[in-house]
């Protein structure tokens, strides 16, 4: 049993009582101390991770230590590394908890057997990875056009809960810019309000 | 009858020459001249195209009149804004050609038909959905940490055959960097070799 991942179905889906038990009872639970990584670079992503509670970020290092990060997933989203999972092969990114995490996750064989099983649930991954690609090509066409200024507006706006929760120096890898470029823009934000 | 697209099925697919037949017979051409579009910002992209020969980009125009190019597909290569065909809502990119070209394209309810009653023609759409997000995740990356040199050696190794066929400023407003700055990494590499 696994209420909040069985309340977050309820609500984002029209799946009965009995199916979502069926979905959920598959699940795996793992807690996380910040740092601890499900899988890191180099390795096979073999689960699809629904986050209960908590912070995963999908990040990967360059040879001089500095970090990149693809994504956020808090509470109620799903991660992955897409590429790795569906092909079994080392995965180019790690993912790893931003603070003391929870997750539950399926292996692979039994969430595609819910996937060819119940077609409600398949139609509700597809709209799931459809919202990735819309945000992934929202988030290129901003990387590839907006100032250091409109990035960082742009993540308060779309994340307002997420800037308490993470280091400074984590927003700037996810941006793009370095640490002192942000320290710069919000201690110009500061002072203009 | 489109000879070229039937040959590309009959090369990445198994599908029989009777199915690629009722795919094609769907198919309306089209054909560019360079600079021409599909559809502009602001409208709704309503069809699924394939390039037959020629290349298209999809592109955003910032205030200052500045583009910014997401994608680029040549000849045997699919393209369309996703999120807007999807949900049929206004595109916030344009679809253009970059030389003269010719499509091909279904309207979104033909090619919805084509997908549910051929499960192999859905199974290869998958795989090209899944193929465009490894590139987009591989492309944030590279967005993320690499230099604007390490952006242009990647281009080149992946896409050797677009270079000569790019006028300069379309590659620096794919890649994210200056024209200035593409000149002087084509510069200095052009005095090594």
């Not at 199916?19 to 101390?33: F, G, H």
């Not at 808090?74 to 999972?85: C, G, M």
């Not at 779309?158 to 929760?165: A, C, G, I, K, Q």
């Amino acid at each position: 049993m696994h209420p909040e991942f069985e309340a977050y179905l309820r609500t984002h889906t029209n799946l009965t009582p009995d199916v979502i038990r069926n979905i959920s009872d598959l699940a795996v639970t793992r807690t996380l101390r910040r740092n601890d990584c499900i899988f890191s670079a180099g390795e096979i992503c073999r689960h699809k991770v629904f986050v209960v509670s908590g912070m995963l970020r999908t990040f990967s290092e360059s040879a001089d230590g500095s970090e990149h990060i693809l994504q956020f997933s808090p509470e109620n989203n799903w991660a992955l590394d897409v590429e790795s999972y569906d092909k079994q092969v080392p995965s180019m990114v790690s993912l790893g908890a931003v603070e003391p995490t929870k997750v539950l996750y399926w292996h692979k064989a039994d969430f595609n057997t819910l996937l060819s099983t119940i077609p409600q649930f398949r139609s509700f991954a597809d709209q799931i990875i459809a919202r990735n690609i819309y945000y992934s090509r929202q988030r290129m066409l901003m990387m590839l056009s907006a100032t250091p200024e409109e990035k960082y507006e742009d993540f308060v706006r779309e994340f307002p809960r997420y800037l308490l929760r993470l280091p400074l120096r984590m927003i700037a890898a996810y941006l793009g810019i370095s640490l002192k470029t942000l320290t710069r823009i919000r201690h110009a934000q500061l002072q203009r309000s």
